[in-house]
């Protein structure tokens, strides 16, 4: 079983090398992580999958993640740990509903992309460019260095935001393998989740080259479940994470994930969960 690891800040940045051995256990979190890859080559474990790293690579981690890294080459790692409550603080100062809505599509869902995020040179130096200031920032404070630290990390989510929603492109849809499809499929409806036009059969089908009479046959054969559940769970695990981490009432978390009241969100997630949202982690 994966060991799980805490932190007691809201973001926090840590940077080692590790020459032989990564020094730490296959594991999960409880927070999400940029993991910078500063030097170095070896290769990656996340869930499933294992793919090669070397510098110049950032990898996204949920707490629904387990990883661990083997090393190949002595590797320095910069590492942004950071929880959900920093996310929704940033997200709240924006009057921008399409960017909030976007990153939280993004930010709350499981791993399906192994690989680096990073789809090219510009945004690989701008996101490495944020990591050291925001490190920086970290270690030296100054006034206002909240401010800055949270403006700083606000950018970095959008182009992870755009990099992590161009991930299943570089192969044309239509010759993705069956596995690849599904998994580009759930992943365009977690980041479109909060959309209600976006995640309507026709326009899945019309984006992933299916029937509009097969979506649903087709992701409740490979996946085991219908699309509209799916996006329900997607909702619920959403939820989750809200009512772990925020300070979000039951009703307003209810209207931020699209729900018709809070009567109807409580319904929906103690179906799910067994439980009332009230009572959720108690």
Do not use: C
């Not at 929880?83 to 399906?112: C, D, G, P």
């Not at 909702?235 to 009241?261: R, W």
């Amino acid at each position: 079983m994966a060991k799980r690891f805490y932190i007691t800040k809201d973001i926090d940045v840590l940077e080692f090398e590790a020459v032989n051995d990564w020094g730490y256990p296959r594991h999960k979190h409880h927070f999400f992580e940029l993991t910078f890859v500063l030097k170095g080559n070896g290769q990656h474990l996340l869930n499933e999958s294992i793919v090669d790293y070397k510098a110049g690579d950032l990898f996204f981690l949920t707490p629904k993640d387990e990883h661990e890294f083997v090393i190949s080459e002595p590797t320095t790692f910069g590492i942004i740990k950071f929880t959900e409550q920093l996310f929704i603080e940033k997200a709240s100062f924006t009057t921008s509903t399409y960017w909030r809505k976007n990153l939280e599509s993004v930010i709350f869902h499981s791993n399906v992309i192994a690989k680096s995020v990073i789809r090219n040179e510009m945004d690989r130096k701008q996101l490495y460019g944020l990591y050291y200031l925001i490190r920086d920032e970290l270690e030296n404070p100054e006034t206002y260095g909240r401010n800055v630290i949270t403006e700083l990390f606000g950018a970095i989510l959008i182009v992870l935001s755009r990099n992590l929603k161009t991930s299943f492109k570089d192969k044309p849809v239509q010759n993705l393998s069956h596995t690849d499809r599904v998994e580009a499929i759930l992943a365009y409806v977690r980041q479109n989740v909060l959309k209600k036009d976006r995640v309507k059969v026709k326009v899945i089908a019309e984006n992933f080259y299916l029937s509009p009479n097969y979506v649903g046959i087709y992701i409740k054969k490979h996946l085991g479940i219908s699309l509209q559940q799916y996006i329900v769970e997607t909702k619920v695990k959403m939820a989750e994470s809200l009512l772990k981490q925020s300070n979000l009432s039951i009703k307003e978390i209810a209207n931020k994930l699209g729900f018709t009241d809070a009567a109807h969100f409580n319904r929906i997630f103690r179906k799910y969960t067994g439980k009332a949202p009230s009572e959720y982690g108690a």
